[in-house]
């Protein structure tokens, strides 16, 4: 097992393992299927390889669709009894693969590279394609790279951004089937990054121009509803909290307010955190918005049909985490198990924050956003939790950036609990590395 450079934290990164093979050129993005212990990693060698998360060996390859490098992808939510991945690349096109789900996903000695550039093979190909990955379709419309690719909630919604500034919504009217229902052009450069809300229809992006764009549908049309101003270089990836706060137990005789300041973070919603070449990692809060009154109707009044509800939202900084990183922050990722947040970049780093109740003195303000911003933050006044640096590890790919961070539930022999998550990096040196936090 190889060994990092470990900067003193409350815990320290253990690497698990390293999945087999790598690619043989810079890995991109790395995503956990939503129900099987499966893991695909885009790749500058226009593939995607499905690795399995139980011996972290390749358990099959996607190649043959793009004609340039496979920049991001995405699982499709909700599916039962076949898996769905949404590939976005360079080509300016996203394309869509299938396959039935085989159940005991035992990987393959040797893994079959899935190839869709020659057509033909008689009836012993169709049966082998039976059994692997299908490429279904493929999306064209934008004018340049996609950079990332992302499916709603509801798996409803596939989302899609590039580099020719704009942001796509395709609705899947059926299997096979996908219908345009949006162009937004808000972005004046870049759209590096696209994520969904976890239960709302509403969709956010992230742009070279440092902006962050929120949209959500209209009576028919889908339309910019918050711009989020803050960072000062290109924001590269964004996340949506997870819903609950798992990290924010209630006990004890500070729980009367420490419940009202919860049940505040509830009305405004899941937050949003995001990252940027700045070296910030910003957290930003949506203001509930305030019930309308009644409208009269009595009295020869009549009730008004006209829809007069404002779309917009506002959304504030609440926090900035604390500054580790020395280059561009390309990537961070909410725990949807522990609360906890991981970042990674240009530097090599990943750290991982935790938010925590802030202890000692007096009863702080449980509005929030009333503080939690250190180390050189804006801020200076004291709120109710504090993001801490939980763990913090230099050169996690040794010399080579990294791309990517996510969190994954662990499937090895190896876990200590059945719920267990490990922290995945995905990097320029083709490695997918998988971590463990040892507290």
Same mark, same amino acid.
């Given at each position: 097992?190889?060994?990092?450079?470990?900067?003193?934290?409350?815990?320290?990164?253990?690497?698990?393992?390293?999945?087999?093979?790598?690619?043989?050129?810079?890995?991109?993005?790395?995503?956990?299927?939503?129900?099987?212990?499966?893991?695909?990693?885009?790749?500058?060698?226009?593939?995607?390889?499905?690795?399995?998360?139980?011996?972290?060996?390749?358990?099959?390859?996607?190649?043959?669709?793009?004609?340039?490098?496979?920049?991001?992808?995405?699982?499709?939510?909700?599916?039962?009894?076949?898996?769905?991945?949404?590939?976005?690349?360079?080509?300016?096109?996203?394309?869509?693969?299938?396959?039935?789900?085989?159940?005991?996903?035992?990987?393959?000695?040797?893994?079959?590279?899935?190839?869709?550039?020659?057509?033909?093979?008689?009836?012993?190909?169709?049966?082998?394609?039976?059994?692997?990955?299908?490429?279904?379709?493929?999306?064209?419309?934008?004018?340049?790279?996609?950079?990332?690719?992302?499916?709603?909630?509801?798996?409803?919604?596939?989302?899609?951004?590039?580099?020719?500034?704009?942001?796509?919504?395709?609705?899947?009217?059926?299997?096979?089937?996908?219908?345009?229902?949006?162009?937004?052009?808000?972005?004046?450069?870049?759209?590096?990054?696209?994520?969904?809300?976890?239960?709302?229809?509403?969709?956010?992006?992230?742009?070279?121009?440092?902006?962050?764009?929120?949209?959500?549908?209209?009576?028919?049309?889908?339309?910019?509803?918050?711009?989020?101003?803050?960072?000062?270089?290109?924001?590269?990836?964004?996340?949506?909290?997870?819903?609950?706060?798992?990290?924010?137990?209630?006990?004890?005789?500070?729980?009367?307010?420490?419940?009202?300041?919860?049940?505040?973070?509830?009305?405004?919603?899941?937050?949003?955190?995001?990252?940027?070449?700045?070296?910030?990692?910003?957290?930003?809060?949506? *203001?509930?918005?305030?019930?309308?009154?009644?409208?009269?109707?009595?009295?020869?009044?009549?009730?008004?049909?006209?829809?007069?509800?404002?779309?917009?939202?506002?959304?504030?900084?609440?926090?900035?985490?604390?500054?580790?990183?020395?280059?561009?922050?390309?990537?961070?990722?909410?725990?949807?198990?522990?609360?906890?947040?991981?970042?990674?970049?240009?530097?090599?780093?990943?750290?991982?924050?935790?938010?925590?109740?802030?202890?000692?003195?007096?009863?702080?303000?449980?509005?929030?956003?009333?503080?939690?911003?250190?180390?050189?933050?804006?801020?200076?006044?004291?709120?109710?939790?504090?993001?801490?640096?939980?763990?913090?590890?230099?050169?996690?790919?040794?010399?080579?950036?990294?791309?990517?961070?996510?969190?994954? *539930?662990?499937?090895?022999?190896?876990?200590?609990?059945?719920?267990?998550?490990?922290?995945?990096?995905?990097?320029?040196?083709?490695?997918?590395?998988?971590?463990?936090?040892?507290?």
């Amino acid at each position: 097992m190889s060994t990092s450079n470990l900067t003193t934290a409350a815990a320290s990164l253990i690497l698990l393992s390293t999945f087999k093979p790598p690619s043989s050129s810079r890995a991109w993005l790395s995503a956990q299927h939503p129900y099987l212990p499966l893991l695909a990693t885009a790749s500058s060698d226009k593939s995607v390889r499905i690795y399995s998360l139980t011996t972290s060996t390749l358990h099959s390859t996607i190649s043959g669709g793009h004609k340039r490098s496979i920049r991001s992808c995405a699982w499709k939510p909700g599916t039962k009894g076949e898996s769905v991945l949404a590939t976005g690349s360079f080509d300016a096109s996203a394309g869509i693969w299938r396959r039935w789900d085989d159940g005991g996903l035992v990987p393959r000695p040797d893994p079959v590279e899935q190839d869709y550039t020659m057509n033909g093979g008689g009836d012993d190909a169709d049966e082998e394609e039976d059994e692997e990955w299908r490429f279904s379709v493929v999306l064209d419309g934008h004018e340049s790279e996609v950079k990332s690719v992302a499916w709603s909630a509801g798996g409803q919604f596939l989302a899609t951004c590039s580099r020719d500034k704009s942001v796509w919504i395709w609705e899947e009217m059926e299997d096979d089937n996908f219908e345009t229902i949006a162009v937004l052009q808000e972005h004046e450069g870049d759209v590096k990054c696209v994520v969904w809300h976890p239960t709302e229809e509403l969709l956010a992006s992230a742009s070279y121009d440092d902006t962050i764009r929120l949209y959500r549908e209209d009576l028919d049309d889908w339309a910019c509803v918050a711009l989020i101003r803050g960072h000062d270089s290109t924001v590269w990836s964004i996340d949506f909290e997870p819903i609950g706060h798992p990290s924010l137990a209630v006990t004890g005789g500070e729980a009367q307010w420490r419940s009202a300041f919860l049940a505040q973070l509830e009305a405004s919603g899941p937050r949003l955190v995001s990252a940027s070449d700045d070296q910030t990692i910003r957290i930003w809060r949506r *203001k509930p918005r305030a019930k309308p009154s009644a409208p009269a109707t009595g009295q020869g009044k009549i009730p008004s049909i006209i829809r007069t509800g404002s779309i917009e939202e506002d959304w504030v900084q609440e926090s900035i985490l604390p500054r580790r990183h020395e280059r561009a922050i390309y990537s961070v990722a909410w725990s949807k198990q522990s609360g906890w947040i991981v970042s990674t970049g240009g530097d090599g780093k990943v750290v991982v924050y935790s938010e925590q109740w802030r202890e000692g003195g007096e009863e702080p303000q449980v509005e929030p956003g009333g503080g939690n911003v250190t180390d050189g933050g804006e801020k200076t006044e004291e709120g109710a939790t504090e993001w801490v640096v939980l763990a913090e590890m230099d050169g996690a790919h040794g010399v080579f950036e990294v791309n990517h961070v996510c969190w994954a *539930k662990r499937y090895d022999k190896g876990k200590r609990a059945a719920e267990e998550e490990m922290i995945v990096t995905t990097g320029d040196d083709g490695e997918v590395k998988a971590w463990a936090l040892d507290i």
